[in-house]
């Protein structure tokens, strides 16, 4: 059975950082691109960054140069690492796994980061 665990959101004032993790069980988490959504109410769900097996990483404008995706495939878990965080980056936040040229794809259940003083 496949799981991804999300964990470490809370509330953070803004200028904070933060760092949400997701941890994997019940796939090959080495062969698999991870990738981190957020959709904020009212939105849709957004890409925010995402991680091949090669560790090659691409982010959404809103997020360049504040946060830094990375993964350890030893503990089989992705992390997002926020820094200068803003209310706008108020959301839900849910790990996607994905093998590379298939459509099947694995969600967690979501971590809610709150931005606000």
């Known amino acids: 059975q496949v799981q991804l665990v999300e964990s470490g959101g809370g509330l953070v004032q803004p200028g904070g950082s933060l760092r949400i993790s997701c941890a994997a069980s019940?796939?090959?988490?080495?062969?698999?691109?991870m990738t981190w959504y957020r959709q904020a109410p009212g939105k849709e769900r957004e890409l925010v960054a995402t991680i091949t097996s090669g560790s090659d990483t691409r982010y959404a404008d809103s997020v360049k140069g504040r946060s830094t995706i990375s993964r350890d495939n030893v503990k089989s878990t992705v992390y997002l690492q926020m820094n200068s965080l803003k209310p706008e980056d108020t959301a839900v936040y849910y790990c996607?796994?994905?093998?590379?040229?298939?459509?099947?794809?694995?969600w967690g259940q979501g971590t809610q980061v709150t931005v606000s003083s």
């Open positions: 996607n796994a994905k093998l590379p040229y298939s459509s099947n794809q694995y």
């Open positions: 019940g796939i090959r988490f080495n062969f698999y691109v």
